[in-house]
């Protein structure tokens, strides 16, 4: 996948955004990314020196830098990054700052410096898996002893099952945007346990059922909106684990990790 074209899209999608929406370009699914953002946040302590990487308009960079000591937050869009400091500027902060960084680079630029390092959906833009692995492999030379890696990305196996299931209710399946290559989860757990160990792994099995089968059905023929009450809905039944059962754990093609540094 050329990473040329990832970021152009993100340069793009940057001019289109609003300073003030509670929809990120991002992640047009704002009760999904809030789902996401509350998974990180559990992960997170007064304490941490933190890097955010891919934090886009920083809309949940804002949470983040909340519940840290320090945050530096690093994107490779500069567009992007010119709303995350419009941001900045006017809720004059002082534990955050924003960096034009690639995650492919940071090697480069970090050892042993970070007791936290960030990524929502940053992985999956990376290209390649070969470029997913350079990341992951960086990530943990820029973590100190013991520093942890809070991640929540997409899943291929996962969305496969999520297809199958919409397939036998004849709803079309859901397609990976160009610029994401999802994880497969075998490979990924194989290969992080090279350089982790896994404390926690989250799911957003309820909210993916609701919003992504339940939903489309119920108001078939139209198509479903991200920011819809149902959708609304099923975040509030995630958050209070209404429906949360083994079996729908399968179909949460988002996953949440928290990785510890061996």
Same mark, same amino acid.
């Given at each position: 996948?050329?990473?040329? !074209?990832?970021?152009?899209?993100?340069?793009?999608?940057?001019? $289109?955004? #609003?300073? @003030?929406?509670?929809? &990120?370009?991002?992640? /047009?699914?704002?009760?999904?990314? *809030?789902?996401? /953002?509350?998974?990180?946040?559990?992960?997170?302590?007064?304490?941490?020196?933190?890097?955010?990487? +891919?934090? +886009?308009?920083?809309?949940?960079?804002?949470?983040?830098?909340?519940?840290? $000591? !320090?945050?530096?937050?690093?994107?490779?869009?500069?567009?992007?990054?010119?709303?995350?400091?419009?941001?900045?500027?006017?809720?004059?902060?002082?534990?955050?700052?924003?960096?034009?960084?690639? &995650?492919?680079?940071?090697?480069?630029?970090?050892? @042993?410096?970070?007791?936290?390092?960030?990524?929502?959906?940053?992985?999956?833009?990376?290209?390649?898996?070969?470029?997913?692995? #350079?990341?992951?492999?960086?990530?943990?030379?820029?973590?100190?002893? %013991? +520093?942890?890696?809070?991640?929540?990305?997409?899943?291929? *196996?996962?969305?496969?099952?999520?297809?199958?299931? /919409?397939?036998?209710? *004849?709803?079309?399946?859901?397609?990976?945007? $160009?610029?994401? %290559?999802?994880?497969?989860?075998?490979?990924?757990? $194989?290969?992080?346990?090279?350089?982790?160990?896994?404390?926690?792994?989250? %799911?957003?099995?309820?909210?993916?059922?609701?919003?992504?089968?339940?939903?489309?059905?119920?108001?078939?023929?139209?198509?479903?909106?991200?920011?819809?009450?149902?959708? #609304?809905? &099923?975040?509030?039944?995630? @958050?209070?684990?209404?429906? *949360?059962?083994?079996?729908?754990?399968?179909?949460?093609?988002?996953?949440?990790?928290?990785?510890?540094?061996?």
């Amino acid at each position: 996948m050329n990473l040329k !074209y990832i970021k152009e899209y993100w340069n793009n999608s940057a001019i $289109k955004s #609003k300073i @003030n929406s509670n929809i &990120a370009p991002t992640s /047009r699914d704002p009760f999904l990314a *809030n789902l996401e /953002r509350n998974f990180i946040i559990s992960c997170l302590k007064k304490k941490y020196y933190c890097l955010e990487i +891919g934090c +886009g308009d920083a809309l949940n960079t804002f949470y983040y830098k909340e519940k840290v $000591k !320090y945050l530096l937050a690093t994107d490779n869009s500069e567009n992007l990054l010119k709303i995350a400091n419009k941001k900045l500027k006017k809720n004059k902060v002082k534990n955050l700052d924003f960096m034009q960084l690639s &995650a492919l680079d940071i090697n480069e630029s970090f050892i @042993n410096e970070f007791d936290c390092i960030i990524s929502q959906r940053c992985i999956i833009n990376l290209g390649t898996w070969q470029n997913q692995k #350079k990341t992951i492999k960086d990530i943990h030379k820029s973590l100190k002893k %013991n +520093g942890s890696f809070v991640l929540t990305e997409g899943f291929s *196996n996962r969305l496969e099952n999520l297809n199958k299931l /919409r397939k036998d209710y *004849n709803l079309q399946s859901i397609k990976v945007a $160009k610029y994401n %290559n999802f994880l497969d989860e075998k490979k990924f757990e $194989k290969y992080i346990k090279k350089y982790f160990k896994i404390n926690k792994i989250y %799911n957003y099995g309820t909210y993916t059922i609701l919003s992504h089968l339940f939903h489309p059905l119920a108001i078939f023929p139209k198509n479903p909106k991200h920011d819809s009450l149902i959708n #609304k809905t &099923a975040m509030q039944f995630q @958050n209070n684990e209404l429906l *949360n059962s083994d079996i729908l754990k399968k179909y949460s093609y988002n996953l949440g990790y928290e990785l510890i540094k061996k």
